[in-house]
């Protein structure tokens, strides 16, 4: 069974750095697109960013771009995201999820099928 754990929100101040991490059990990341999506109280989820397991090749919305950072541990199952810079517009609760033989990266929430529960990001000003 595939599952995904979220972890490593928490409460930060504006302009500060939280990573976050996506442990991963039942596949292996070599066969997996694993994407990071968030989502605020009264909003749609977004996509934030994703990464190929298997080739390492990265995608960043416009909003994050050259603040977060995704990567990954294959060794470790485990999918990071870097966040600097941080600004209260980041709040929201943060979701990893996977892709099996995806051949594309994407940001829709509609093109994954596997989601871990989410970790709480929260910006003060």
């Known amino acids: 069974e595939v599952q995904l754990q979220a972890s490593g929100g928490g409460l930060v101040q504006a302009g500060g750095s939280l990573r976050l991490s996506c442990a991963a059990s039942?596949?292996?990341?070599?066969?997996?697109?694993i994407g990071w999506f968030r989502q605020a109280p009264g909003k749609e989820r977004e996509g934030v960013s994703c990464?190929?397991?298997?080739?390492?090749?990265?995608y960043y919305a416009d909003s994050v771009k050259g603040r977060f950072t995704i990567s990954s541990d294959n060794a470790k199952n485990t999918v990071y995201l870097q966040m600097n810079s941080l600004k209260p517009e980041d709040t929201a609760v943060y979701y990893c999820?996977?892709?099996?033989?995806?051949?594309?990266?994407?940001?829709?929430?509609?093109?994954?099928?596997?989601w871990g529960q989410g970790t709480l990001v929260t910006v003060s000003s």
């Open positions: 990464i190929s397991s298997s080739d390492g090749s990265t």
């Open positions: 999820a996977a892709k099996l033989w995806a051949t594309t990266l994407q940001l829709e929430p509609y093109e994954y099928d596997d």
């Open positions: 039942g596949f292996t990341f070599d066969d997996y697109r």
